[in-house]
Structures are given as structure tokens and as C-alpha cells.
């Protein structure tokens, strides 16, 4: 149980462009996504707290214009990457809880973004 | 601001020995502490979570202490395995909210045989 999917696993895209990436939780409801990045050999990143049917919640020194995030079902959020720069190639990694009475989060596998 | 200290360095330790990693913390006072798994190029796995109140949690071959004085907890892993090589990374929440966690940079680990 309690398993998360994303989609892509990688993608490379050129500068300038847009890139999606999708967060499903497959076998339960989640009204809460959050959405991290990583960089080689460092901690993970909190971006941003997705709720669904509301606006996400964005950390200090994320830019919201640019990191959209849309939570429209209780088993789907997206982030979309806009006029993605090499500097935001990373590895984007979602994760899911079970309800606010849960602490531990579900992971799903990551998304691989290379900007070129 | 809150900061989460892992070991940098890598863990070698042989197969059968008992594995200790350590996570320290300052600035923060967690109503969670919990570890997560990481193998390379995936996402973390949770493995066990205690409360600010609990000093220790075992789960099968896994133990972790959570020292609140000292702002400190330990993650055992007895018996160990070569599959158990892995990163290990350390997250803190407070309770209530949207159960945000903060995350320790992790701590690798290799099980020799």
C-alpha cells in the first residue's frame, strides 16, 4: 500500500521551454502532496506544501511563476517547470501522506529534469 | 535557523555488524523524528518514525533512539547486510500543520561481505 507514481522518470528539454511532471498516488487519497528537489549529494529540498482543491503553498525563495503547481484531484498533483534554465535541472522527487494524522510521507521515484 | 548535521562521510562496516548513523539537530524542536532509505536515483522509503516522547522504536533488524536534551537520534541497523547499503537520511516535523519535513543531507552506507 500507500504507493506514489511519477511520470517521467526523466526528461531533457531545451532551454526555454516548459516541462510537466506528474505525481499520482495510486492505491490512496492524498489532500496533501509536497514536492522537493535534490541536488547531487545534498538533502532534499521542500519547494511546495499541494493541497488539493487549493493553492499550493510555496517555501521562502521559490519563485510560484515558475514552479506551477496544480493539485486537482485527490490523487493527482503536477508541477510544471516554466521557461525551464539549466540551473533548474535537478532531480524533482513528490511525495504523499495518508492525512494530517500521519506523519511519515510516500515517495514517489523522482523525475530526472536535464535542461540543455 | 534549524539545521539537520549527518555524518558526510560514508559508513563501512562489514556484513553482520551492527550499523550506527547519527542525527543531530539544532535550532528545532521535532515532535517527529524520522528515517528515510534512499537508493541512488530513487526516492526515499520511509522506514520508522518516533514521537518526541518515545526514547526508542525498534522495527526487525532496525532501532532508533531520540535523545530530545541532547538533540540527537541514533539509527541501528543490526546484522547487517550488503542490500542494506543505502543513504540514510534523517527528517524532522512538528506536529500538526501539513506534517512538512526537514531533511538531513543523509548519511551512506556500505555493508561489505
Known sequence: GAVVSQHPSWVICKSGTSVKIECRSLDFQATTMFWYRQFPKQSLMLMATSNEGSKATYEQGVEKDKFLINH???????????SAHPEDSSFYICSASLGQETYEQYFGPGTRLTVT | SQKIEQNSEALNIQEGKTATLTCNYTNYSPAYLQWYRQDPGRGPVFLLLI???????????????????????????????????????????????????????????????
Open chain 2, 51 to 113: 514521537r518526541e516522547n518515545e526514547k526508542e522504536k525498534r522495527k526487525e533488524r532496525l532501532k532508533v533512539t531520540f535523545d530530545t536534551t541532547l538533540k540527537q537520534s541514533l539509527f541501528h541497523i543490526t546484522a547487517s547486510q550488503p542490500a542494506d547499503s543505502a543513504t540514510y537520511l534523517c527528517a524532522l516535523s512538528k506536529a500538526g500543520g501539513y506534517n512538512k519535513l526537514i531533511f538531513g543531507a543523509g548519511t551512506r552506507l556500505a555493508v561489505h561481505p
Open chain 1, 72 to 82: 486537482a484531484s485527490l490523487t493527482l498533483s503536477t508541477l510544471t517547470v516554466t
